[in-house]
């Protein structure tokens, strides 16, 4: 079954530096997609980035990069040059192709604060 | 509409009883998505729809849950007897296509439910 694993409940960066935010999955299909998203205060979920089980080169978006290791089934969220809007929870998810069945799954989430 | 559209925003009732809250998802999105998520928690996978039908409703919690989407847009989630265990918000999300993992989910800013 796919599972979503965030050990960090909670974090603190500086502003201006860069933090890591871990995530590992599991799951039995060869072919998955792994999703970071942003939940603010406000609530929404604000997609951050995608990374592809067959992309060979880690996803970079802005100042969000996905530090991918296969071998591992580690996905963490590397975000760089923190800013005190970056502060929220960041959610992990999984989605799987081959077994046919096409919903996300979440982790539990890590509150990230940046501190000024 | 611009986004995924969820009412009410916030909706109070009592133990028992029957309450709707519907999901208008981004006009085009073929996959719609329904997701409660408690305090502190992930989102948690109820149900989503490929069109009119329900492709995967594993995560409905049981009989009192039930959705539909007649026209394969806007949806209803229903909760018959409610229970005080059901307050949560109950997130929507919609996507272009329900394969293709590349596909990232747009939420709504969801509906928070209080059962008093």
């Known amino acids: 079954a796919q599972k979503i694993t965030q050990t960090q409940p909670g974090m603190f960066v500086q502003e201006k530096e860069a933090v890591t935010l871990d995530c590992t999955y599991d799951t039995s299909d060869q072919s998955y997609g792994l999703f970071w998203y942003k939940q603010p205060s406000s609530g929404e979920m604000i997609f951050l980035i995608y990374q592809g089980s067959y992309d060979e080169q880690n996803a970079t978006e802005g100042r969000y990069s996905l530090n991918f290791q296969k071998a591992r089934k580690s996905a963490n969220l590397v975000i760089s040059a923190s800013q005190l809007g970056d502060s929220a929870m960041y959610f992990c998810?999984?989605?799987?192709?081959?077994?046919?069945?096409?919903?996300?799954?979440f982790g539990t989430g890590t509150r990230l604060k940046v501190l000024a | 509409g611009a986004g995924v559209s969820q009412t009410p925003s916030n909706k109070v009732t009592e133990k028992g009883k029957y309450v709707e809250l519907r999901c208008d998802p981004i006009?085009?999105?073929?996959?719609l998505y329904w997701y409660r998520q408690s305090l502190g928690q992930g989102p948690e996978f109820l149900i989503y729809?490929?069109?009119?039908?329900?492709?995967?409703d594993s995560g409905l919690p049981n009989d009192r849950f039930f959705a539909v989407r007649p026209e394969g847009s806007v949806s209803t989630l229903k909760i018959q007897r409610t229970e005080r265990g059901d307050s949560a918000v109950y997130l929507c999300a919609s996507s272009l296509m329900v394969s293709g993992l590349n596909t990232e989910a747009f939420f709504g800013q969801g509906t928070r439910l209080t059962v008093v």
């Open positions: 006009s085009g999105h073929t996959a």
């Open positions: 729809f490929q069109g009119t039908g329900a492709a995967d």
């Open positions: 998810a999984m989605r799987e192709g081959t077994s046919g069945t096409y919903k996300y799954i």
